[in-house]
């Protein structure tokens, strides 16, 4: 059997190449999201100021609902009580037992100028940290009173500063003159731990425990049973205590690979079995004659399997690598956007290309087997009979499936005029391919009829390059419609993703943009937050009308569906009753003034699909795991700009990072000369910057998401032309043999280049009339939904540019193997294989 299959292969090579490079494709695109998925669950960042420790007690940072979804993440640090670490140093076996804590600070030089060092949310720490540090030198003495620090020796020489002299501090937003007790060999802003603890708030980040030799494991077994509902941490997953924030970078590669993969997936599925069908319907003729002499239609079967796995298995050779390189480079992508922290590596395993060998194998076992299931059951006669031709009359059965897809798709398209949500706007791209998959399946019976239609109106005396065209459309119209499928799946595949990014952020940069009335923004970066007594300066400086703290968060809205308690991260805004003065969010019922106390605003779609009406109460897990109900004072519009809640700084106080705010937003009565006291106002305090724009608090930012999309987009994009590209070419140079019959009975090589132009032209231009199609209805669905208009927002050049390329695509994929399969004299093209 391997015999034959490497002999028949060996006149086949268009249809196998076109199989190789979707199976290499395909395994470079799903080893890249595997190992992204992989590293959601075992990658750790690495353990830094925490190496000294052998057991980390933390609080838990995810959230599990009952539902058997996957745990979300928490953004905000969740502290333990203060009082742990002496509870946990009377345990036996344990030789220490520090509390550590972070907060915002950031030392000033001589100028006033922010001295950089490190991440100033969490540069400051109390001495006792310092008992986790190996090998850090210190040169004086611990700081032992409230106006004492230690520094580390890069910040103390960058300051100008030494043991014993003065440096002013702003820590936990309050500016102060420290003296320098000590100067230390490792990163850090170090005060009395009593100082800290008043800096920090209650309770602190984590317990560090060190062991006596050999006394780990009992620890840890103990300190399970004291510090129950608390993480017990060693070894590699000490370095996700140390920064929470990979842990919702962790979190994140789970849900983008499984948002990749599904349509990733589709892709890789219809390219691989597009080109197997090509391939297996190349050898139709061959295969028939083996049931002529004797082959079993299991033979036939596995002999056409066994062929595409050879050539599947030679491209896994190289896929699987460029997979593991595809990772890397996603990786660096989610870095670049802020999505994933630059201390969380990826983890390689052998994992994601053993899954991405099974899939592809399985993909292909499938799609061969389904490719030569007709010719492999039907009688040897009739079989060799139909070798060189198509059935007549295509399935019923299918293009009713077709349709009704296409029915559903469209159905399905409506989501955004139900849900002016993300939510609303993914069915708009899922719309697009489902109608896609019934245009597979409808197609023949479409481009039969279309064909048949155009046959009986062509005028007497057409050209024969034009009647043969219409005639090949008719005859063969499983051929035809596959390459029209292929190329309406890349219309549809790009107009529905593109413009539906692109809506979606226009639509949210408007409610922005509507929604905020300030017209400057001050923040804080080089602080780690706002200094506490900022917005009182603000508010006298002349000619602001009016000021408002503004700090994002993400809280988690748990629900229940068919009967259990599901659960998602939300983003929110944390806004004091003065927000009305800087924003206007549309508010539909109650007041933003009410926002103090536990109370909270909801967007007008969350209030109807969580029942959280004005006056109800919600209950919500906040940033830092705390649970919490509050009453509903406010409905407003604009959510898809603002978020579905705003929360009261009331009831997130405590509950954030740095406990601080991110950002003032500032309305003016728009003169210059306010903006010339605010511009004096933050070059007179150190590490102030002022935005020119309200809407800088994630307004006009590209979001990160939308860039990811992107760039998958276009690699998916050029893997799909490339696809389609190879089996349009596998597809023509299998027609020598018509070609060569053709010039047998007397048409010359031009009249067939000819005919070959008049089929591109139709394929063109039904694919492109049937993509445009199955793209305009949820388009314009979304665009009603989120623009109240019936176009969506996208650059103007994207349809004509998809136009002009599938237009090449189909052009020089024929016309090219056109010319080559021209070149063999006819007699010879026949007897080949």
Not at 67 to 72: D, K, N, R, Y
Not at 130 to 150: D, F, K, N, S
């Amino acid at each position: 059997m391997l015999y034959l299959a490497l002999r028949m292969a060996r006149y086949r090579i268009a249809a196998l190449v076109a199989i190789a490079c979707a199976a290499l494709g395909g395994a470079a695109f799903i080893t890249g999201i595997g190992v992204l998925a992989e590293s959601g669950f075992r990658s750790h960042a690495p353990v830094g100021r925490l190496a000294g420790a052998d057991v980390v007690v933390s609080a838990g940072q995810s959230y599990k609902a009952t539902g058997g979804e996957p745990a979300i993440a928490l953004p905000e640090r969740a502290r333990v009580p203060g009082d742990l670490a002496g509870r946990l140093a009377r345990l036996p076996g344990v030789t220490a037992a520090i509390g550590d804590l972070s907060f915002p600070a950031a030392v000033l030089d001589r100028h006033g100028a922010v001295v950089p060092a490190g991440d100033p949310r969490t540069a400051g720490h109390g001495w006792a940290s310092t008992g986790l540090l190996e090998h850090a030198p210190v040169t004086g003495t611990p700081p032992a009173g409230p106006a004492e620090i230690a520094l580390d020796r890069r910040t103390a020489a960058a300051a100008g500063v030494t043991a014993g002299g003065q440096v002013s501090v702003v820590a936990a937003g309050h500016r102060a003159t420290y003296r320098v007790s000590a100067v230390i060999g490792a990163p850090g802003i170090y005060f009395a731990d009593a100082t800290a603890a008043r800096l920090a708030g209650p309770g602190v980040d984590l317990v560090a425990l060190r062991t006596a030799p050999g006394a780990r494991t009992s620890v840890t077994a103990k300190v399970h049973e004291a510090a129950r509902g608390l993480n017990v941490s060693t070894g590699a997953a000490r370095g996700d205590v140390e920064a929470p924030d990979t842990a919702t970078g962790r979190g994140t590669l789970p849900l983008l690979a499984s948002s990749l993969a599904g349509v990733t997936l589709l892709v890789v599925g219809f390219i691989v079995g597009g080109a197997l069908a090509v391939s297996i319907g190349s050898q139709r003729r061959d295969l028939a004659l083996m049931r002529a002499v004797g082959a079993t239609p299991r033979q036939v079967r596995r002999l056409a399997a066994l062929q595409a796995t050879i050539v599947t298995v030679a491209a896994l050779v190289p896929g699987v690598p460029l997979g593991y390189l595809l990772a890397e480079r996603l990786r660096l992508l989610l870095v670049s956007t802020g999505m994933l922290p630059s201390s969380l590596p990826l983890t390689f395993s052998p994992l994601p290309a053993v899954a991405a060998v099974i899939l592809l194998l399985l993909v292909v076992r499938v799609s061969s087997w389904c490719a030569a299931f007709r010719t492999a059951r039907m009688p040897a006669t009739e079989a060799v009979a139909e070798s060189r031709s198509e059935p007549r009359d295509p399935s019923k059965g299918r293009a009713f499936a077709g349709l009704l897809l296409i029915v559903g798709a469209t159905v399905l398209s409506v989501g955004p005029l139900l849900a002016r949500s993300q939510a609303g706007a993914a069915v708009t791209a899922l719309a697009g391919i489902i109608a896609t998959i019934g245009l597979a399946l409808a197609g023949p019976v479409m481009v039969g009829r279309i064909a048949h239609t155009l046959a009986r109106r062509l005028p007497v005396g057409v050209a024969a390059s034009t009647w043969l065209a219409v005639a090949n459309s008719r005859g063969y119209a499983l051929r035809v419609a596959g390459a029209i499928t292929t190329l309406a799946m890349a219309v549809v595949f790009t107009l529905t993703y593109a413009l539906t990014q692109t809506t979606v952020l226009k639509a949210t940069s408007a409610d922005v943009s509507d929604g905020t009335r300030a017209q400057f923004t001050m923040t804080a970066p080089g602080l780690g937050g706002v200094p506490d007594d900022l917005p009182a300066a603000v508010r006298a400086t002349r000619g602001v009308k009016a000021v408002a703290p503004v700090t994002s968060t993400a809280v988690i809205w748990p629900y229940k569906m068919f009967g259990d308690i599901q659960a998602d991260s939300q983003p929110a805004r944390i806004l004091n009753p003065a927000a009305p003065g800087v924003l206007d969010l549309d508010v539909r019922a109650g007041d933003l003034a009410d926002l103090t106390g536990a109370t909270v605003a909801v967007a007008s779609d969350a209030a109807k699909t969580r029942h959280a009406p004005l006056d109800g109460t919600v209950n919500l897990i906040l940033g830092d795991g705390a649970h919490v109900s509050a009453r509903v004072v406010a409905v407003y519009g604009r959510g898809l700009g603002f978020g579905p809640v705003a929360i009261s700084r009331d009831l997130a106080a405590g509950h954030t990072a740095t406990r601080l705010d991110q950002s003032l937003l500032i309305r003016t009565d728009g003169t210059a000369a306010a903006r010339r006291g605010l511009t004096a106002l933050a070059a007179s305090r150190p590490g102030l910057a002022l935005g020119d724009s309200g809407t800088a608090d994630n307004g006009d930012a590209v979001p990160p998401e939308l860039w990811i999309n992107v760039a998958v987009l276009t690699v998916l994009l050029g893997y799909l032309l490339l696809g389609i590209a190879n089996k349009l070419v596998a597809t023509t140079a299998g027609r020598r043999h018509e070609f060569a019959a053709l010039q047998l009975i007397g048409a010359t090589p031009g009249q067939i280049r000819k005919m070959m132009r008049r089929e591109a032209a139709l394929i063109c231009t039904v694919a492109l009339g049937t993509g445009f199609l199955l793209s305009v209805v949820p388009l314009v669905l979304l665009s009603i939904g989120f623009l109240h208009r019936p176009w969506p927002a996208g650059p103007i050049w994207l349809p004509p540019g998809v136009a002009l390329v599938v237009a090449a695509i189909a052009f020089l994929t024929m016309e090219i193997p056109t010319r080559r399969a021209l070149r063999i004299p006819p007699a010879q093209a026949l007897t080949r294989g």
